[in-house]
């Protein structure tokens, strides 16, 4: 059974960074593609960042430059490392895996398409 962990959210004040971490368990990473998420008060739940397991990454335009995804495949343990951030980027994140590749970052049924999910941390962003 794959479980997902996140860890990391907190508050912080815009401009500064944060980084997210998504421990797994039961299964290995260069198999699955992990993806990170948001879901703000009020939104659709929107993607983030993505990873294959080549190792190939692709970023919504919102964090482009200003987030980074990443592994440790030592640790099974997926990273987001938030730079610069924003009071839009104040949301619940979520990682998420899936068997094969990973579909377009900006999809508009995650859920449905990613079958294991973390329970969240929250990442919040004062102006």
């Known amino acids: 059974q794959v479980q997902l962990v996140e860890s990391g959210g907190g508050s912080v004040q815009a401009g500064g960074s944060l980084r997210l971490s998504c421990a797994a368990s039961?299964?290995?990473?260069?198999?699955?593609?992990m993806g990170w998420f948001r879901q703000a008060p009020g939104k659709e739940r929107e993607g983030v960042a993505t990873?294959?397991?080549?190792?190939?990454?692709s970023y919504a335009d919102a964090v482009k430059g200003r987030f980074t995804i990443s592994k440790d495949d030592a640790k099974n343990t997926l990273y987001l490392q938030m730079n610069s951030l924003k009071p839009e980027d104040t949301a619940m994140y979520s990682c998420?895996?899936?068997?094969?590749?990973?579909?377009?970052?900006?999809?508009?049924?995650?859920?449905?398409?990613?079958?294991?999910w973390g329970q969240g941390t929250q990442v919040t962003v004062s102006s």
């Open positions: 039961g299964y290995t990473y260069p198999r699955y593609c």
């Open positions: 998420a895996a899936r068997w094969g590749r990973c579909p377009p970052v900006a999809t508009m049924d995650p859920m449905n398409l990613y079958a294991y």
């Open positions: 990873l294959n397991g080549d190792g190939s990454t």
